[in-house]
């Protein structure tokens, strides 16, 4: 099994920028990708960003793409999501999940999920 926390939300004004970090323990994730993905009130849960595991590698949403960067460190089991010029349309809980292997859009692909934590953006 492999627990993941997510930190860094809360209540920003339109414009600013948030970092959120999501930490793995529990078994070893040598080898997983990692990823965020959101959910707002009443609209399904949405990809945002994935990177792999040697960090080679990351894929994000279109629309976010230029704002948002994700990041990582292996030896600290941490994922990390840099949210710039954030905007009230980017307010939804933000979800941490990792799955062994190649990166994935698709959240049925990860096996493995955070709690999630809220980013609010007032206008």
């Known amino acids: 099994q492999v627990q993941l926390v997510e930190s860094g939300g809360g209540l920003v004004q339109a414009g600013n920028s948030l970092r959120l970090s999501c930490s793995a323990s529990?078994?070893?994730?040598?080898?997983?990708?990692m990823a965020w993905f959101r959910q707002a009130p009443g609209k399904d849960r949405e990809f945002v960003a994935a990177?792999?595991?040697?960090?080679?590698?990351?894929n994000y949403a279109d629309s976010l793409k230029g704002r948002f960067t994700i990041s990582r460190s292996n030896t600290k089991s941490t994922v990390y999501l840099q949210m710039n010029s954030l905007k009230p349309e980017d307010t939804a809980a933000y979800y941490c999940?990792?799955?062994?292997?190649?990166?994935?859009?698709?959240?049925?692909?990860?096996?493995?999920w955070g709690q999630g934590t809220q980013v609010t953006v007032s206008s």
């Open positions: 529990g078994r070893t994730i040598t080898g997983y990708a």
């Open positions: 990177i792999s595991w040697s960090a080679g590698s990351t």
């Open positions: 999940a990792v799955r062994e292997g190649t990166i994935r859009r698709s959240a049925s692909g990860y096996e493995y």
